[in-house]
């Protein structure tokens, strides 16, 4: 097997899984400020011209929750576990890519993507509307994970992976992350696993 990725927000959860699970992939890294995602070759696996994509033998996926989830079971792992759980791990991806994300997402675009890109300093505008959002949904998150140590069920799944990806950057990003705890010991927990603070490979 191998994944296509870069050390930026969407891979950083497929190497984070890849490294908890310690799966013997190989990694092939992409220049984004290089454009080699938007080269032919790398089209033709991906033609959103994004990163990550594993390819296993003949089968290409892209998407970073659909390849977690493909790793989880390939790895013999149960943080895909094969039961109605499953249901629920997709109303976290959805909520996520629909919601958690968009705001987080922005911050981190403001505060660190265009800080290493050299692309200009952050929109306030843009910061003020994106912390409001990550409030009201972060306080949806705090509240479901009140008395409750994962996501979803009693362990580690991979809507854990997914939901979290942009809080390791919370203090760099202005994330108002302090302001809701259960979110916060959630999160510590995640960090507290080597794989999810530093999860992207050593290169060459
Ligand atoms: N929904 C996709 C998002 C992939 C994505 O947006 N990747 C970003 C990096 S986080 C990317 O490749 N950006 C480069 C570009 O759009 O040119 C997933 O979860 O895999």
Request: with cysteine; hydrophobic share 40%.
């Amino acid at each position: 097997m191998k994944l296509y990725y870069s050390d930026v927000l969407a891979p950083r959860k497929v190497c984070a899984l890849i490294k908890y699970l310690k799966l013997p992939l190989e990694f092939a890294y992409l220049q984004l400020d290089k454009g080699e995602h938007k080269k032919p070759d790398y089209l033709a696996l991906n033609p959103n011209g994004k990163v990550p994509t594993l390819v296993d033998g003949d089968k290409v996926l892209w998407e970073a929750d659909a390849i977690l989830c493909y790793l989880a079971k390939h790895g013999g792992s149960d943080l895909w576990p094969g039961d109605d759980r499953q249901a629920d791990i997709v109303s976290w991806f959805s909520w996520n890519s629909q919601h958690f994300i968009q705001s987080g997402g922005a911050l981190y675009f403001e505060f660190v993507i265009k800080s290493r890109f050299n692309i200009g300093p952050p929109d306030t505008a843009a910061v003020e509307k994106a912390k409001k959002s990550f409030r009201s949904q972060a306080k949806i998150l705090n509240n479901h994970l009140k008395n409750r140590k994962w996501l979803v069920g009693e362990q580690l799944s991979v809507a854990d992976f997914s939901v979290a990806v942009t809080l390791p950057y919370a203090a760099k990003a202005e994330m108002p992350l302090n302001e809701f705890p259960e979110v916060r010991r959630w999160h510590d927990q995640l960090s507290a696993l080597e794989s999810w603070l530093d999860p992207f490979p050593q290169r060459a």
